[in-house]
């Protein structure tokens, strides 16, 4: 009985269950002299004990109080909600043409009512009924890649994902959209960023903090924003595309090897890492923060290189950090470390020996701080020294979440690690920034 | 020969190696008109290759450009520039008395001209003269704990620093200072928080940037500020007192498990995650920003908790992580791992059945998000459902860093899993904040 009235407790599971209603069901909510008609909802976050949650015909949700006199009635077995969109609007033939790719997450799915799981839906014909607007922008052709959370993405779908921007950017498209679970977007961006090199258009990942069914989402906003980037934006970077405020009016356009989630629930919550947002998106404007970007050019020959190397690890250091743990990946074939270190570049000394013998036998090592912002400098302090002397790349001013992209990425490209090692340390994507004035203070 | 040169390269170097000068040396540069005499000083960050540094004989360094037209010589074997104070200020009577505990780090050292090498100073009397308005704040107790830079600070050093603070109060001290390292003081800050509670004054953890050679050094505003927060502040908690921007004016103070080196080099590198600090440190006012704190109170009695578990990881998921890992630790005795999840507190699908199995064996497992910002929420999405379901505890708005501590410390309380559990979600010292409305968008 419990798991049909998902995420309900405390007084509203038991108004709920003494009725006999079931999650999707059309129930009426009678209340003193208040009647609330609709689809029973489930709840999912950590949500108070005293609310019923309906869909009203209008496809409004409200939440109705639970009190000593409520009366709740099945009216009928909830079919289904289907999803019938009007036929899609006529392609404007002026317009340039997008591809948007979903891939999972918040922003490409709806909830099924009876069961609370999450499908995607993302057909061209599905996106232009949720989102009208999107065919007064751009052309679009929508396809659906996978549809995983973001925390199941693996080196693997980075590929997939590179090869499918790759095709579209083929067909001749001005920009694609991917449509991704916030989780891990980030590290995505990053990935997509050392793969597609020399890009015509910009390819904008997106997604959504609150899922389209929850009136505060900010899904449609994210998405047209996400749109109007990939049609007409000066620039032909791999970009994210989100909040940029907790208003719902403007979003930021980050650089892909700069941006990082910062908050776990906030739709505000990417932020650019040591620079600026490239732009931001206000109504119908795409306003440019930075001249410093690539510029879009139809002309430009994509380069391909999808191959990312899936033995590498982030290891992040903590007081007493057991270093046995490297030499264990080094016994698992691995073939990179990114070390998360503290301050300029630092862990403790009595790590030194296992770090000398793992590299000993081939690992490449490198180190980024978990300060996040900043730069590493391991020439100030002895330690740094030390660490560089055994081989310890420093990853300059690359956040942790990328230099792990960008370590896997490189050790596609190359098995060679003094090859690599120069290659983690070329600017590829603006992953590392150039040293400026401030930081020497 | 270039070891007594320690630093220098390029232009600079050859410059130096004509004139047969080793560091330490008085020297004097000719260069066209200017004359230049001091002591020659090694360099130690990412210097440039063009300046040489010597320290003039009013104590200020500065960087002599190398020309061709350059005249290095030397006018004898510097001494090892010697420290000698001047007789301390007589200690105030009327003054609170305050105890300065040194561990190390930079703001508790000074470079030794002819090494390189850094060395701790810190009797009350060095304090004294490098800092002497501190004679007027309070009567000042120092005491050199141990002199290690903070990555290599155990959680035995937490007992240390525990205990001996507990010693300072029952002397009758108005308040502690820690002087630590900054690379992991928010930890130690946090380890302190759990360890001394029921304090009667504040712990004040404080540090320099830059070390006091150098004319941008915080040490002395942070340290004078620290004294004046252990003498006079209204609170009795452990906290962090630091710069609060790029000016040389303010020091945030913030509460020990919430606060977070956020940069890698700036003087304002702490913040206060999730919270605003506590107070700020202006001249001579110490401005309270909230009135949420606990109350200093000379009648307090401290309760000391210092025992930590070092058998405890912190393990930051990435995409891809190898699940064998935990199985890893699990088979070297560990006893708790805190999981550094994606968004709301989630990781690969992939991981449940290791996850599964090192619970079955007795492991407690908790979930912090690498966000950082925010708070945990594993209602919302399957996965969150699923790592509930085998055991994981959600670790509220603790970010990982503070997640690892207290499950240091709290497995150091107990080794019963389910009163660990209790004990980890039970609100110590501000380390789980009350959910606002804010979060609940």
């Given amino acids: 009985m419990t798991e049909k009235l998902t995420g309900y407790k405390g007084e509203a599971i038991v108004a709920l269950k003494g009725s006999g209603v079931k999650i999707g069901d ?68 002026g317009l340039p043409e997008v591809a948007i790719v ?79 679970g916030t989780d891990t977007m980030a590290y995505t961006a990053a990935a997509l960023s050392f793969a597609l090199q020399n890009l015509p258009g ?16 900010d899904a449609s906003l994210n998405l047209v924003n996400a749109v109007k980037v990939a049609s007409g934006a000066p620039f032909a970077e791999v970009v994210v595309c989100m909040h940029d405020s907790t208003s719902d009016r403007i979003t930021s356009v980050h650089r892909g090897t700069k941006v990082r989630k910062c908050h776990t629930s906030r739709r505000d919550a990417f932020r ?70 503290t301050g300029l570049g630092h862990i403790g000394k009595y790590m030194l020996p296992s770090i000398k013998n793992v590299i000993k036998n081939g690992l490449l090592v490198g180190m980024a701080s978990q300060c996040i912002w900043g730069r590493i ?23 942790p979440e990328t230099a792990f992209v960008k370590m896997s990425w490189v050790l596609g490209q190359t098995e060679d690690v003094e090859k690599a090692k120069k290659l983690l340390l070329t600017n590829i994507a603006g992953e590392i920034s150039e040293k400026t004035r401030f930081e020497e203070w």
Avoid at 202 to 217: A, H, I, N
Avoid at 277 to 298: S, W
Avoid at 389 to 399: C, I, K, Q, R
Wanted: charged letters at 25%; one cysteine or more.
């Fill in 26 to 93: 059309v129930i009426r909510i009678t209340r003193d002299n208040d009647v609330f008609e609709g689809v029973l909802m489930p709840r999912y976050e950590l949500a108070d004990n005293k609310h019923i949650v309906i869909k009203l015909r209008n496809g409004y949700n409200i939440g109705v109080r639970v009190s000593p006199n409520i009366k709740i009635e099945k009216l009928g077995v909830g079919a289904k909600p289907t999803f019938s969109p009007p036929p899609p609007p006529k392609k404007k033939p």
């Fill in 102 to 180: 979903g891939t999972g997450g918040t922003i490409a799915s709806r909830v099924d009512y009876r069961t609370g799981a999450v499908h995607p839906a993302m057909s061209a014909r599905d996106l232009y009924s949720v989102v009208p607007e999107l065919s007064d922008i751009a052309r679009v052709h929508a396809e659906i890649l996978f549809s995983l959370f973001s925390e199941n993405i693996l080196t693997e779908h980075w590929t997939e994902m590179a090869e499918s921007v790759a095709k579209y950017f083929s067909k001749g498209m001005n920009g694609v959209v991917i449509c991704h």
């Fill in 202 to 217: 910009p390819v904008v990942l997106v997604g959504s903090q609150r899922s389209s069914d929850r009136p505060s989402s």
């Fill in 272 to 341: 650019s890492i040591t620079i600026t947002p490239i732009a931001k998106v206000k109504m119908n404007n795409i306003i440019m923060l930075t001249e410093n970007f690539r510029k879009r050019d139809v002309r430009s020959e994509l380069f391909l290189k999808p191959d990312f190397c899936d033995k590498v690890a982030l290891v992040k250091f903590h007081p007493g950090l057991d270093p046995g743990v490297l030499e264990w990946y080094l016994s698992k074939g691995f073939k990179g470390i990114v070390l998360e270190g």
């Fill in 377 to 399: 400098n391991m020439n100030v302090y002895d330690i740094g020294r030390d660490l560089q002397n055994v081989g310890v790349v420093p990853l300059e001013d690359m956040f």
